[in-house]
């Protein structure tokens, strides 16, 4: 079956613009998850959806950083006033509820802020 | 101290042999723990997930676990060039946090034919 797409798979902006990364998960999966990694490090944890609600935000890094997931299955990161420091691979995962939790990967959006 | 620390690497094998991933996590109660395989440029791909002190065998990947030493790590048998790129170890957090995975900076593996 079809896997965890992410759009756009590169997206370059300008310092102080806004932009919106779109996650669409595993079908029938209820858990979202969305990383950043930086080059040369692991994921970096920065907030996850149970159904429509946030479940842990607690890795997002500030308040520019928003994220929401409406109906349950896609979900929409928004980053405003984006600052060169936000340059980093953004990725999405999504999980079935249930103990073991495998996380499985999308593609990842690969954000250049100039 | 880190949370989930790994060598970076890299970690260089010959074509045939065992290569051995080293991950030591700081939480004890820590309960999920993960192997994500990543290519250069790509994302993390799920290669192996063990939950229970011991080894978990699937191919040529074992997964082995200590949690009294609070040690993970992944064995590569007949190590192939196609298995050269970077090693992930996550660890599953616990309690209200939810399902949030805990990653190390991951080892770069080399297996030259």
């Known amino acids: 079956g079809a896997g965890v797409s992410q759009t756009p798979s590169n997206k370059v902006t300008e310092k102080g613009k806004y932009v919106e990364l779109r996650c669409d998960p595993i079908s029938g999966h209820t858990a979202l998850y969305w990383y950043r990694q930086s080059l040369g490090q692991g994921p970096e944890f920065l907030i996850y959806f149970q159904g429509t609600g946030a479940a842990d935000d607690s890795g997002l890094p500030n308040d520019r950083f928003f994220a929401v997931r409406p109906e349950g299955s896609v979900s929409t990161l928004k980053i405003q006033r984006t600052e060169r420091g936000d340059s980093a691979v953004y990725l999405c995962?999504?999980?079935?509820?249930?103990?073991?939790?495998?996380?499985?990967f999308g593609p990842g959006t690969r954000l250049t802020v100039l | 101290q880190k949370e989930v620390e790994q060598n970076s690497g890299p970690l260089s094998v010959p074509e045939g042999a065992i290569a051995s991933l080293n991950c030591t996590y700081s939480d004890r109660g820590s309960q999920s723990f993960f192997w994500y395989r990543q290519y250069s440029g790509k994302s993390p791909e799920l290669i192996m997930s063990i939950y229970s002190n011991g080894d978990k065998e699937d191919g040529r990947f074992t997964a082995q676990l200590n949690k009294a030493s609070q040690y993970v790590s992944l064995l590569i048998r007949d190590s192939q060039p196609s298995d050269s790129a970077t090693y992930l170890c996550a660890v599953r957090a616990l309690g209200n946090q939810g399902g949030k995975l805990i990653f190390g900076q991951g080892t770069e593996l080399s297996v030259k034919p």
């Open positions: 995962a999504s999980s079935s509820s249930g103990t073991y939790n495998e996380q499985f």
